[in-house]
């Protein structure tokens, strides 16, 4: 579990301090950084494109760059950009870096699925990918702890710079991970790359292959259900006159189950199939969100462990059963064009929430809706990988 735990760090500081960091420091920040709604809706926009943008080119691309190498300059540029946040006043500089820095993480998870895939052992494989993606959810309880203990106390600017010396240190324990892997596992890497996709095989084996096309169906999924779930929980709670402890308790509870869940339905997916990990997260958020729609003030926090229970972990299960039919690479490719699809799916699914709300004046039947598309993505998850696949289907592309 070194491996797993290393890049579990690796996401603290890409995910959790590259994408959601920002997020948690900028009502400190505003007071002293003249940073309008513009600017924050502008950032919001822009580093969703840059987060499918860099996903995007991973995946057309990233073969043919060794991941050990990758998931190294992405760990410097990130670590350089966090401390750089710490010196910014400048709003339109700032989103240049928040766009950089969403870029970089997913371009960072990418490589991490292609190195878990190709030096994990088959019986641990989801385990470590889903251990690795807990990372994101142990990122936001150390936003949670910047917030109340580092900042009150050293401002802003330390938040970011704290997140930087952390950066530093995984980036030390990566360098030193990937250099203790066998001679063996490099030569393993440069023969595997040769397998990667180019941009119509990658787009061919998408649509026409099985486990490729299930896999981003439900990740299309994940963010039309999960991204609008988080946009207006704090509002929906308002609108239901509910106390604002509330929202805060129900983010700690994602958090919490996020940080458990990946452990768990690793070995989970590890002992009884990945399909079977699936189908569980999957109607497992599903039900939560029936009893949270049922009765959203007593089913709360119920909600939020739906949500942890199946968010974090997804992309271990995901990527790990994409294993079982291609090679490291190509399951790098796939799970790439995967989180392109998410984010797709989160900006569908939050432009109609907004549409529907405005429609309504409610926000009931947003949730409605979602809970409808989490049950598509169960029916999804349980037709989709009932079949048994074969091994290395791209060896027959």
């Not at 940080?259 to 997260?281: E, K, P, Q, T």
């Not at 039900?287 to 271990?316: D, T």
Request: hydrophobic share 55%; glycine share 10%.
């Amino acid at each position: 579990m070194k491996i797993a735990a290393i890049f579990a760090m690796n996401q603290i500081i890409s995910h959790g301090f590259g994408v959601f960091l920002f997020a948690a420091l900028v009502p400190m920040m505003r007071e002293s950084i003249d940073v309008s709604n513009w600017h924050l809706a502008a950032i919001g926009a822009l580093t969703q494109l840059a987060y499918l943008s860099g996903a995007l080119l991973l995946g057309l691309f990233g073969h043919r760059v060794a991941s050990s190498k990758l998931i190294l300059i992405t760990g410097a540029v990130t670590t350089s950009l966090l401390f750089s946040m710490s010196l910014l006043k400048d709003p339109l500089t700032i989103t240049v870096v928040l766009v950089m820095l969403a870029a970089s993480a997913a371009i960072s998870w990418g490589t991490i699925v292609e190195i878990i895939s190709r030096c994990a052992k088959a019986q641990q494989c989801s385990t470590q990918l889903s251990t690795a993606a807990s990372g994101t959810a142990w990122g936001y309880g150390i936003n949670g702890l910047i917030i109340l203990y580092v900042v009150p106390g050293l401002g802003w600017q330390s938040g970011w710079q704290l997140a930087a010396v952390l950066g530093v240190v995984v980036l030390l324990l990566t360098w030193r991970l990937l250099s203790g892997i066998q001679s063996s596992s490099i030569q393993v890497e440069k023969k595997d790359s040769q397998r990667g996709l180019s941009a119509m095989q990658l787009a061919k084996t998408v649509v026409s292959q099985r486990p490729a096309l299930v896999a981003c169906l439900v990740c299309v999924l994940v963010g039309f259900t999960t991204m609008p779930f988080a946009v207006w929980l704090n509002t929906y709670f308002d609108q239901l006159g509910l106390a604002a402890d509330v929202g805060g308790y129900t983010w700690t509870t994602v958090g919490i189950t996020g940080m458990l869940a990946g452990v768990m339905i690793g070995r989970f997916a590890d002992s009884y199939g990945n399909s079977a990990a699936l189908v569980f997260i999957c109607g497992g958020f599903f039900l939560c969100l029936c009893a949270f729609i049922y009765n959203p003030s007593r089913f709360a926090l119920l909600a939020g462990c739906g949500y942890g229970l199946m968010y974090f972990p997804v992309w271990g299960v995901l990527a790990g059963w994409i294993r079982q039919s291609y090679s490291s690479t190509v399951t790098m490719q796939i799970s790439s064009i995967c989180m392109v699809g998410s984010g797709l799916g989160g900006a569908l699914g939050n432009l109609l929430a907004g549409y529907l709300r405005d429609t309504s004046g409610s926000l009931d039947v947003v949730y409605q809706t979602l809970a409808a598309a989490a049950l598509l993505m169960f029916v999804v998850a349980i037709v989709g990988t009932r079949a048994r696949t074969p091994q290395l289907l791209i060896e027959a592309a």
